[in-house]
């Protein structure tokens, strides 16, 4: 009964009613969000198609599927669904695995079975409810994956960008680098240097005018270098070269999942939906932070599998939850999933409608507004620090980082949380036998001395959070929850006095949790560390980054001056 109550209740976490119900509640917001994003979303699906090796038309499907799909059955309600580099990559990486024969040619019909497959997979994880175990992994792990991804989306992009053939991996754009430096395409850089120009000056332009505001640079940059190239007839790649070929000569195409092959996709589609987990419930935390909104995780692996399933049949990119496109529609006032329905009917309006405008398009341009993605994945959040981080945080970072780039995305992660859970075995066995419970108290209840002076303590918006022992990758989850409990209130006090030590992922999750609050109206004031402690929020400069004003050395003598302000 017990596991029928639990699978029920599974069910009832997926259904997209919520998602239904709040369609009309923002129509106005939502319809110009989403055209919006969908304006955005069109440079860099089609960007990342080229990277996938699909083409750019599977980019757009891919875009689509995510979009009124994803939209429609996801967990975070202003999440938008689409190709993403991280997803792009890994499916990149197996097609030079899948060739038809010995024609050496890309062989579609796997590829997007192992995208349908995918999908099949992450609607039965679901089902599992154990999506949540995402804030679980590490930092050092998400931020040398971020970092990875960055790198190997600006490498692959290196012949493109100069009007040569994409390499298949990262060893032979080494391995051919001086044959492309000698061999460079000029009239491709007519095209790829204004293109890139005008993406890092775009903010400072678009600042002097509202209505320059509202242009994404991605769309001036890909409007700027597709007219540059028309206008001067240049002799380089565009689109419309591969839109020639067997796969894209139909903006329509039907792909029947080959289910006598699924023992030799199963492997990849595990991969596919891994990734997908981790890259879509990543962009939903920070959605999370932006809005103050919880998203549901597993509805979101649920969307995202009924998402992967539809981009497999339409012979569209694999999907995930993308970062830069959900805060572009927060930004732009999406409240509800009807913004992510909007973006992806946009996008279907432009590829049915405009299909010779996107043949027209330079690879060239791509490859530039994919350099300028590639920098903005980059984890600056943690480069800063890198001399500053303990050894082993240093390590799980830069193996991920180069096993992303060198093998395999997935390997690069199973190997980082491997190492991470192995160095991190003792606190772990120690949370998990004294199962510690973060509490929090009103202040008049709280073990402070408040004098006096202070006669009516529950009148004081003050509340006191008491975190206890490790704060790492294995505890931030429930320090998180356990927060998040709080009541509404002017000022909360943490007192770090039990905390036995803290590590990056630790610290970031804290600063996330301080940041959060002050975007709701409440000052958070860190307080009590232990040296051991206090040494590592100095050395990672957490401190700095929350204010000095809002850290102190001992609260107990400074708290009748908090309890005036």
């Known amino acids: 009964m017990k596991i029928l109550s639990y699978f029920l209740d599974g069910l ?58 994803g939209g429609l ?25 899948f060739v038809v024969g010995t024609t050496n040619e890309p062989d579609f019909i796997a590829a997007f079975s192992i995208i349908f497959l995918s999908g099949l997979i992450l609607v039965l994880i679901s089902l599992l409810r154990i999506s949540h175990l995402i804030h679980y992994t590490p930092y050092p792990v998400m931020a040398g994956f971020m970092c990875g991804i960055g790198t190997l989306v600006i490498l692959t992009q290196l012949n493109a960008f100069i009007g040569l053939s994409v390499e298949k991996n990262i060893p032979d754009v080494f391995k051919n680098l001086n044959y492309s430096i000698n061999n460079f395409h000029a009239e491709a850089l007519y095209v790829s240097l ?17 209505t320059l505001s509202k242009i994404p640079s991605p769309f001036i940059a890909l409007i700027i270098g597709t007219c540059i190239a028309q206008f001067f007839n240049l002799d380089i790649p565009y689109i419309g070269d591969k839109m020639g070929s067997d796969m894209t000569n139909k903006v329509f195409s039907l792909y029947v999942p080959d289910f006598n092959r699924t023992l030799e996709f199963i492997g990849p589609a595990f991969a596919l939906a891994g990734l997908a987990i981790l890259d879509s419930l990543l962009s939903c935390k920070v959605a999370d932070n932006i809005t103050g909104k919880r998203h549901s995780s597993d509805r979101e692996t649920f969307g995202q599998g009924m998402a992967n399933m539809a981009a497999g049949l339409f012979g569209g990119v694999t999907t995930a939850t993308a970062t830069m496109r959900t805060v572009a529609n927060i930004k732009f006032g999406a409240k509800t999933p009807m913004a992510s329905i909007v973006h992806g009917l946009t996008l279907l309006a432009f590829l049915l409608g405009l299909s010779s405008f996107v043949a ?16 903005e994945i980059l984890d600056y959040r943690i480069l800063p620090l890198l001399k500053k981080l303990p050894i082993k945080d240093l390590l799980i970072f830069s193996v991920v980082l180069f096993v992303t780039v060198y093998q395999d995305l997935m390997i690069a992660i199973f190997i980082g949380i491997t ?16 199962k510690m419970v973060h509490k929090f108290y009103q202040i008049g209840n709280s073990s402070f001395d408040l004098g006096l002076t202070i ?5 004081l918006s003050i509340h006191v959070f008491v975190p206890k022992g490790p704060l790492f990758f294995g505890s931030v989850e429930p ?7 709080i009541p509404k209130t002017e000022t909360i006090i943490i007192d770090m006095r039990d905390v036995t030590m803290i590590d990056i992922t630790g610290l970031f999750s804290l600063e ?38 809002n850290y102190y050395e001992s609260i107990d003598n400074d708290i009748l001056e908090i309890t005036k302000n």
């Open 479 to 485: 320090l998180r929850n356990d927060f998040n409990l």
């Open 194 to 210: 204004p293109s890139l120009i005008i993406l890092f000056l775009w903010p400072k332009i678009s600042n002097t005018s509202k």
């Open 73 to 97: 059955f996801g967990g975070c309600l202003v999440g938008v669904s689409g190709p993403t580099a991280p997803k792009a990559a890994q499916i990149a990486a197996y097609m030079s695995f």
């Open 360 to 375: 027209a398009i330079p690879t060239a341009c791509l490859a530039a507004i994919l350099f300028k993605v590639g920098i």
């Open 512 to 549: 996330d949790i301080i940041k959060s609050s002050n975007l709701n109206g409440t000052k958070v004031i860190v307080s009590n560390a232990t040296k051991a402690v206090k040494d590592t929020l100095i050395k990672l400069e957490f401190i700095k980054r929350i204010g000095n004003e």
């Open 455 to 459: 006669k009516n303590t529950e009148d």
């Open 12 to 69: 009832r976490e997926i259904s997209p009613k919520k998602n239904i119900h709040s369609l009309l509640s923002n129509l106005k917001g939502d319809i110009l969000a989403g055209i919006t994003v969908g304006i955005i979303a069109l440079p860099l699906a089609l960007a990342f198609g080229e990277i996938s090796q699909l083409g750019p038309i599977a980019g757009i499907w891919g875009a689509i599927a995510g979009g009124i799909i």
């Open 419 to 434: 190492f991470a859970i192995i160095t991190s075995s003792k606190e772990l066995i120690n949370i998990i036998k004294t």
